[in-house]
């Protein structure tokens, strides 16, 4: 069985930062892409980046220059580091892995964590 297990996540005032990291451990083989998303109260949740295996990312527009996302094969962690944070990052963020597969054979499957709780607030 596969879980990702997050970390990092507090409250923080406007302008400071945090640093999620997300940690995958079980039987794995492989993982296509990492990601973090995010849902606020009241709201869908939403994708705020990701990195596939070779290290492409994609940012939504509202993060980009301040969050940063990156990943270490070997551990099968993926971290966050939030800067700038401001009050509408406040939000529960999920780590997800996709396309991961458990042994080479296997068909892909996504997983998710069990969400850390941030909030921006003065």
């Known amino acids: 069985q596969v879980q990702l297990v997050e970390s990092g996540g507090g409250l923080v005032q406007p302008g400071g930062s945090l640093r999620l990291s997300c940690a995958a451990s079980?039987?794995?083989?492989?993982?296509?892409?990492m990601g973090w998303y995010r849902q606020a109260p009241g709201k869908q949740r939403e994708l705020v980046a990701g990195i596939s295996s070779v290290g492409t990312t994609r940012y939504t527009d509202s993060v980009k220059g301040r969050f940063t996302i990156s990943r270490d094969n070997a551990k099968n962690t993926v971290y966050l580091q939030m800067n700038n944070l401001k009050p509408e990052d406040t939000a529960v963020y999920y780590c997800n892995a996709d396309g991961l597969k458990s042994s080479w054979w296997d068909s892909d499957h996504a997983y998710w964590g069990q969400g850390t709780q941030v909030t921006v607030s003065s």
């Open positions: 079980g039987r794995i083989f492989s993982i296509n892409t």
